[in-house]
């Protein structure tokens, strides 16, 4: 599993639990292996990550004063924003994954109860999202494939 085809393990690994009737996460321990050693040793990764990275970990962390529930917390978010990449990614046409319900238990519950407000919007604009409400995301875009605005 070369560094060249990463990208391609990694959707083979998506169609392969969709197959299964699974459109989650990729749980290859394989796959996850080498994910986490280019994470930890990918100094240009670290570059590329460090705004929204670092401001989502801070975020995540700050004021806890137990570091293992809070970092699990953190775990369940960026696997919650994972799956909902993922489902854009395999699923773009279904219905379902046009809008977040920002009052639903999984935002408020796994999101929102370890993330800001702020830095969630900015996640899921990255993923084409935009602000309908004070209730909805709702996915958007524009003719050309890039973002739209969507005014309430």
Same mark, same amino acid.
């Given at each position: 599993?070369?560094?060249?085809?990463?990208?391609?393990?990694y959707r083979l690994c998506l169609e392969r639990e &969709?197959?299964?009737?699974?459109? $989650?996460?990729? #749980?290859?321990?394989?796959?996850?292996?080498?994910?986490?050693?280019?994470?930890?040793?990918d100094f240009d990764l670290h570059g590329a990550l460090q705004?929204?990275? &670092?401001?989502?970990?801070?975020? $995540?962390?700050? #004021?806890?004063?137990?570091l293992a529930p809070a970092l699990r917390g953190l775990a369940r978010a960026f696997e919650l924003l994972e799956l909902a990449a993922v489902h854009l990614y &395999?699923?773009?046409?279904?219905?379902?994954?046009?809008?977040i319900k920002?009052?639903?238990g999984g935002y408020v519950h796994v999101l929102k109860g370890v993330l800001s407000d702020d830095l969630l919007l900015k996640s899921f604009q990255k993923m084409g999202y935009v602000r309908r409400d004070s209730h909805r995301l709702m996915l958007c875009w524009g003719p050309s494939g890039g973002l739209c605005s969507v005014h309430g």
């Open positions: 599993m070369g560094s060249s085809s990463l990208s391609e393990d &969709l197959r299964r009737g699974r459109a $989650g996460v990729c #749980g290859d321990p394989s796959l996850r292996a080498v994910l986490w050693q280019i994470l930890v040793e705004d929204d990275a &670092l401001a989502l970990l801070t975020d $995540g962390l700050w #004021g806890r004063a137990d &395999l699923l773009p046409w279904r219905k379902e994954f046009t809008t920002t009052f639903s």
